[in-house]
């Protein structure tokens, strides 16, 4: 079984910034694509962005130019650099990983508990 433990949420001013961790750990024989997802009260979960083992980015439109997704492989770590925040950004960001058991070599995904990321003056 693999935890993602996520950190760095918390209450911002417009224009501001934050960074988002989310550390792996457990069962892993391999880490690939990594990922943020948001969700907004009353909203569907939604991509922020992710990034592949190899860091190809992908990026929701409305966060582009603004949020940066960057990873470090020797730590199983994904980052997320927030930066220009808008009041539109509040939401619980969740952070995901697809791996591969290091027990059973099946591929599966995992889910943080997410961190709550408030804009607000």
């Known amino acids: 079984q693999v935890q993602l433990v996520e950190s760095g949420g918390g209450l911002v001013q417009p224009g501001g910034s934050l960074r988002l961790s989310c550390a792996a750990s457990?069962?892993?024989?391999?880490?690939?694509?990594m990922g943020w997802y948001r969700q907004a009260p009353g909203k569907q979960r939604e991509l922020v962005a992710s990034?592949?083992?190899?860091?190809?980015?992908n990026y929701a439109d409305s966060v582009k130019g603004r949020f940066t997704i960057s990873r470090d492989n020797a730590k199983n770590t994904v980052y997320l650099q927030m930066s220009s925040l808008k009041p539109e950004d509040t939401a619980v960001y969740h952070c995901?990983?697809?791996?591969?058991?290091?027990?059973?070599?099946?591929?599966?995904?995992?889910w943080g508990q997410g961190t709550l990321v408030t804009v607000s003056s």
């Open positions: 995901n990983a697809n791996y591969i058991n290091a027990r059973t070599f099946v591929g599966l995904d995992a």
């Open positions: 457990g069962s892993i024989f391999r880490l690939n694509a």
């Open positions: 990034i592949t083992s190899s860091g190809s980015t």
